[in-house]
């Protein structure tokens, strides 16, 4: 029987026999062999090992393959699991996957793991590592396999395979001594994982996260494909807990979130400063680019939500309330069911919906500051990050199906242009297509996605696919921007909606005069305000540039004598709409200018008797050593100018 590989380059080659991938590996040359990882079958991932039973596309995976990191993290975790079992012996091991920059695993451990434990388990992957031992695939009997872990003391491996659905194939992999249950692929032997890994921490972790099993200890870790790489993301870890959003709106006194208002936010006065200042920077944006804004109600029937899909398809993350609507004609009681909204598309329909709506008033561009509320699990909020309660930048295009291309990619631009004024230049569009779970046909998603196709070539941008992000509507391009540090924030969307005009009978007249349902975008410039304040926080270190701070400018007295003259400069600088204030303390001028500094004030005007005496202020600039001296009319013209926000 001969087998045929084809291989990426197109060309093939043909075996006696199955082979494995690293036959195939070893046919095209050694130093490839050598850095095989694991092969791509007709695109699945599989072991280097693995016999190749028909004829295939195959795709050798190296160290620079995408799909390696996830390999050797995945590979990680097992190590990981394999020394601490050779630690502690009576230690159950249960789940152990990759995650995004890691891997963890949950252990079964009557005594609690310690910091320094993690150094001893580390030291013993180490050791583990460098026994390169081979990492073979096995094939078990469903019955067997659970009576093995039984009588090795696993119970959890013995659920999970009891649990798997009749005719599943139960593979184990073998590494040494250790034996663990995993559908792999996996690495071919445990040198190929390298030294670049580090545990990180620990925490509890529910079996199967559910609060009715038992408490499992977890471990988590990090893997990368080299020591630079680690040592790179261990910088930005430091550097990313200097700029915690949490402790910096603390340290600025700018919000904070209680038990009493689980994931909703308290502005402080500075705080809320920043928010308004972003908010209002939008609302201008919204203004040149022709949106009109509307307001919508916080709480609607459950009719309308039932209308538009989400009570089918978002209900679990609804806030809802039933409402005694007192005695009706016939006097029964009358109760409806009402749900907070969690975004604002079905009202904004409704607004396009009253009326006669006219092709000639199309493209309408309809935005809304609305506040939404989605329940999320407390164990997923973070700060600004993640919350229940929030501000959404959004708005809805309502366009002829003709309008749409040139919508979507102006939205698009709108987006790229506000990052970059708010100081973020790397940017990644990401076309997320339709989901598992949605509403509408084949071809309306077909139509949607290719829309959104074309409107990145408008644009004049590249896209990469995420199949199966989408959202149950309908397609969206999402826009990651990267912050200072190199992490990644997905905010921006623009999404393609024929769905929601139809169910919610949205119509317009065109101009043979007949009823068309318009296109629908939906789109959102920054997502949620309380989000992408958490954002630009931790961007600028709390270190915002001017137009943002939410205190631009502080005058400070070196003595007594001056504070007349620093009155008049604080009245000066507010009345050119510059947020001033005065320290007029008995205090040192250099306590003054460390707790302002503390404070990331951009600029403080120095005044003492000789600059009161001349009409003059010296200016500290936040972060330098050099100051300027001059008139005062001068430096207030000069920071209005640099107070003045984009556009």
Same mark, same amino acid.
């Given at each position: 029987?001969?087998?045929?590989?084809?291989?990426?380059?197109?060309?093939?080659?043909?075996?006696?026999?199955?082979?494995?991938?690293?036959?195939?590996?070893?046919?095209?040359?050694?130093?490839?062999?050598?850095?095989?990882?694991?092969?791509?079958?007709?695109?699945?991932?599989?072991?280097?090992?693995?016999?190749?039973?028909?004829?295939?596309?195959?795709?050798?995976?190296?160290?620079?393959?995408?799909?390696?990191?996830?390999?050797?993290?995945?590979?990680?975790?097992?190590?990981?699991?394999?020394?601490?079992?050779?630690?502690?012996?009576?230690?159950?091991?249960?789940?152990?996957?990759?995650?995004? *920059?890691?891997?963890?695993?949950? %252990?079964?451990?009557?005594?609690?793991?310690?910091?320094?434990?993690?150094?001893?388990?580390?030291?013993?992957?180490?050791?583990?590592?460098?026994?390169?031992?081979?990492?073979?695939?096995?094939?078990?009997?469903?019955?067997?396999?659970?009576?093995?872990?039984?009588?090795?003391?696993?119970?959890?491996?013995?659920?999970?395979?009891?649990?798997?659905?009749?005719?599943?194939?139960?593979?184990?992999?073998?590494?040494?001594?250790?034996?663990?249950?995993?559908?792999?692929?996996?690495?071919?032997?445990?040198?190929?994982?390298?030294?670049?890994?580090?545990?990180?921490?620990?925490?509890?972790?529910?079996?199967?996260?559910?609060?009715?099993?038992?408490?499992?200890?977890?471990?988590?870790?990090?893997?990368?494909?080299?020591?630079?790489?680690?040592?790179?993301?261990?910088?930005?870890?430091?550097?990313?807990?200097?700029?915690?959003?949490?402790?910096?709106?603390?340290?600025?006194?700018? %919000?904070?979130?209680?038990?009493?208002?689980?994931? /909703?936010?308290?502005?402080?006065?500075?705080?809320?400063?920043?928010?308004?200042?972003? /908010?209002?920077?939008?609302?201008?944006?919204?203004?040149?680019?022709?949106?009109?804004?509307?307001?919508?109600?916080?709480?609607?029937?459950?009719?309308?939500?039932?209308?538009?899909?989400?009570?089918?398809?978002?209900?679990?993350?609804?806030?809802?309330?039933?409402?005694?609507?007192?005695?009706?004609?016939?006097?029964?009681?009358?109760?409806?069911?009402?749900?907070?909204?969690?975004?604002?598309?079905?009202?904004?329909?409704?607004?396009?919906?009253?009326?006669?709506?006219?092709?000639?008033?199309?493209?309408?561009?309809?935005?809304?500051?609305?506040?939404?509320?989605?329940?999320?699990?407390?164990?997923?909020?973070?700060?600004?990050?993640?919350?229940?309660?929030?501000?959404?930048?959004?708005?809805?295009?309502?366009?002829?199906?003709?309008?749409? /291309?040139?919508?979507?990619?102006?939205?698009?631009?709108?987006?790229?242009?506000?990052?970059?004024?708010?100081?973020?230049?790397?940017?990644?569009?990401?076309?997320?297509?339709?989901?598992?779970?949605?509403?509408?046909?084949?071809?309306?998603?077909?139509?949607?996605?290719?829309?959104?196709?074309?409107?990145?070539?408008?644009?004049?941008?590249?896209?990469?696919?995420?199949?199966?992000?989408?959202?149950?509507?309908?397609?969206?391009?999402?826009?990651?921007?990267?912050?200072?540090?190199?992490?990644?924030?997905?905010?921006?969307?623009?999404?393609?909606?024929? *769905?929601?005009?139809?169910?919610? *009978?949205?119509?317009?007249?065109?101009?043979?005069?007949?009823?068309?349902?318009?296109?629908?975008?939906?789109?959102?410039?920054?997502?949620?305000?309380?989000?992408?304040?958490?954002?630009?926080?931790?961007?600028?270190?709390?270190?915002?540039?001017?137009?943002?701070?939410?205190?631009?400018?502080?005058?400070?007295?070196?003595?007594?004598?001056?504070?007349?003259?620093?009155?008049?400069?604080?009245?000066?600088?507010?009345?050119?709409?510059?947020?001033?204030?005065?320290?007029?303390?008995?205090?040192?001028?250099?306590?003054?200018?460390?707790?302002?500094?503390?404070?990331?004030?951009?600029?403080?005007?120095?005044?003492?008797?000789?600059?009161?005496?001349?009409?003059?202020?010296?200016?500290?600039?936040?972060?330098?050593?050099?100051?300027?001296?001059?008139?005062?009319?001068?430096?207030?013209?000069?920071?209005?100018?640099?107070?003045?926000?984009?556009?």
């Amino acid at each position: 029987m001969s087998i045929i590989i084809r291989l990426p380059d197109g060309s093939e080659r043909p075996f006696d026999a199955p082979p494995s991938g690293l036959d195939v590996a070893q046919s095209i040359g050694a130093g490839l062999a050598k850095a095989a990882l694991a092969v791509k079958v007709n695109g699945e991932l599989r072991d280097l090992t693995r016999p190749i039973e028909q004829d295939a596309d195959l795709e050798i995976i190296t160290p620079k393959s995408p799909e390696a990191l996830e390999l050797l993290r995945h590979d990680a975790a097992h190590v990981m699991a394999e020394a601490v079992q050779e630690l502690w012996p009576d230690t159950q091991v249960t789940i152990g996957p990759a995650i995004e *920059n890691g891997f963890y695993y949950d %252990f079964a451990r009557e005594t609690n793991f310690t910091p320094d434990d993690l150094e001893k388990i580390e030291a013993k992957m180490r050791e583990i590592v460098a026994r390169d031992e081979p990492i073979e695939r096995e094939v078990w009997e469903r019955n067997e396999a659970i009576a093995w872990f039984k009588e090795q003391g696993e119970a959890y491996k013995a659920e999970i395979i009891a649990d798997l659905p009749e005719g599943e194939t139960i593979t184990v992999y073998r590494q040494g001594k250790f034996v663990d249950l995993c559908r792999g692929p996996h690495l071919p032997s445990t040198g190929k994982l390298g030294k670049a890994f580090k545990l990180m921490k620990l925490a509890g972790a529910y079996w199967r996260g559910s609060s009715d099993n038992e408490m499992l200890q977890r471990i988590y870790g990090t893997a990368w494909a080299d020591e630079k790489s680690l040592k790179k993301y261990l910088t930005q870890l430091e550097e990313a807990e200097k700029r915690d959003h949490r402790k910096l709106g603390k340290q600025l006194d700018l %919000f904070h979130i209680q038990d009493e208002a689980v994931g /909703q936010v308290f502005w402080h006065p500075k705080g809320y400063t920043l928010f308004k200042t972003l /908010q209002n920077y939008i609302a201008r944006k919204l203004e040149i680019h022709d949106y009109v804004e509307v307001k919508t109600p916080l709480l609607m029937d459950r009719k309308l939500w039932e209308a538009s899909g989400h009570w089918d398809k978002y209900q679990e993350n609804m806030f809802i309330a039933e409402v005694d609507e007192g005695e009706g004609a016939d006097g029964k009681k009358r109760k409806s069911m009402v749900a907070v909204k969690p975004m604002n598309c079905p009202g904004h329909v409704q607004l396009f919906n009253h009326g006669l709506r006219s092709y000639r008033e199309l493209p309408l561009r309809m935005a809304e500051f609305g506040a939404c509320h989605r329940y999320e699990p407390s164990g997923a909020l973070h700060g600004l990050m993640r919350v229940r309660g929030f501000i959404m930048d959004d708005a809805h295009i309502f366009c002829t199906p003709a309008q749409l /291309q040139d919508e979507a990619a102006a939205c698009g631009k709108l987006i790229f242009e506000v990052y970059k004024e708010l100081g973020f230049d790397s940017i990644e569009v990401k076309l997320a297509t339709r989901p598992e779970k949605r509403i509408g046909s084949d071809e309306v998603w077909d139509k949607s996605e290719d829309e959104l196709a074309r409107a990145c070539e408008l644009m004049g941008v590249e896209h990469i696919v995420a199949p199966g992000d989408g959202a149950f509507y309908g397609p969206k391009l999402e826009f990651t921007l990267y912050d200072a540090i190199g992490r990644g924030w997905q905010c921006g969307t623009v999404q393609v909606d024929f *769905n929601l005009p139809e169910r919610l *009978n949205a119509e317009y007249v065109a101009e043979d005069g007949s009823k068309q349902r318009p296109a629908m975008l939906h789109r959102a410039i920054l997502g949620s305000l309380e989000r992408f304040t958490g954002i630009l926080i931790e961007q600028y270190a709390g270190a915002f540039p001017m137009w943002l701070s939410p205190v631009q400018a502080v005058v400070a007295t070196i003595v007594s004598d001056a504070d007349n003259f620093a009155n008049e400069a604080m009245v000066q600088l507010r009345a050119a709409g510059i947020r001033a204030e005065a320290d007029l303390r008995n205090e040192k001028i250099n306590l003054k200018i460390r707790e302002h500094a503390m404070q990331k004030v951009p600029a403080m005007l120095i005044i003492g008797r000789r600059e009161a005496d001349n009409g003059e202020v010296t200016i500290r600039r936040r972060g330098e050593k050099q100051q300027q001296t001059l008139p005062l009319a001068e430096a207030v013209e000069m920071l209005r100018l640099e107070a003045t926000p984009p556009a």
